[in-house]
């Protein structure tokens, strides 16, 4: 099993819709969470970092389930440029520091 | 100007050649991070350092090695290029505040191959 999971998608969904992803990690001692954006052969970009009380970025909302170990991206009236991969990052924290990447969901927004 | 380059941005080369990928930084941050990409199985991570005399391996380090020959600087090396890493890399940086504030900012990725 992998430490952190993502159903790879994708989604297809047309403009206007509302999406959910959520990503699984299976280290409970995990410290912080981020979803990142990646645009085919790009560079993956922070999209917004995961605090346990929730957050919101304009039409994006991520959540954080610590006692089900799972966090979730929610884009609401998807646009076009929303079209990408999105990736659940963990970082475990605690003596070996690293982030852990899931392998990403791919959103197609359709006109 | 981009706040992490890399250089090249593409090499082709042959089975047991020596490589040498490059990563600069702008940003003034201590750490960074190299990582590679396949289809499938996300980045993963080959070696971190959190500064200049700090060089640690991360999960995939064999047949790589690093150089941090400044704040500014961290390049990796394939001593003898193997077909099986061909694959795109990836040179990050974090500043040094941890926690939610621990963003990571990415270089626009070197992709390799190895015939």
């Known amino acids: 099993r992998k430490e952190v999971e993502q159903d790879p998608g994708p989604f297809n969904v047309p403009e206007g819709a509302t999406v959910a992803f959520n990503c699984t990690y299976s280290?409970?001692?995990?410290?912080?969470f981020f979803w990142y954006r990646q645009d085919c052969r790009k560079e993956p970009k922070l999209l917004m970092s995961v605090y346990s009380s929730g957050n919101e970025d304009g039409r994006f909302t991520a959540q954080l389930n610590r006692a089900s170990q799972y966090i979730s991206l929610l884009i609401r009236d998807s646009k076009l440029s929303d079209s990408a991969t999105y990736l659940c990052?963990?970082?475990?924290?605690?003596?070996?520091?690293?982030?852990?990447f899931g392998t990403g969901t791919r959103l197609k927004v359709l006109a | 100007d981009a706040d992490v380059t890399q250089t090249p941005r593409n090499r082709i080369t042959k089975t047991g050649k020596r490589i040498m990928l490059e990563c600069s930084q702008t940003k003034g941050h201590d750490r960074m991070y190299w990582y590679r990409q396949d289809p499938g199985l996300g980045l993963r991570l080959i070696y971190y350092s959190f500064d200049v005399k700090d060089i640690n391996k991360g999960e995939i380090s064999d047949g790589y090695s690093v150089s941090r020959q400044a704040q500014a600087k961290f390049s990796l090396s394939l001593e003898s290029a193997i077909p099986n890493q061909t694959a795109l890399y990836f040179c990050?940086?974090?500043?040094?505040?941890?926690?939610?504030?621990?963003?990571?900012?990415f270089g626009p990725g070197t992709r390799l191959t190895v015939l």
């Open positions: 280290n409970s001692a995990s410290q912080s």
């Open positions: 990052v963990v970082n475990r924290g605690s003596g070996t520091y690293k982030y852990i």
């Open positions: 990050a940086t974090s500043d040094s505040l941890g926690g939610s504030t621990d963003t990571q900012y």
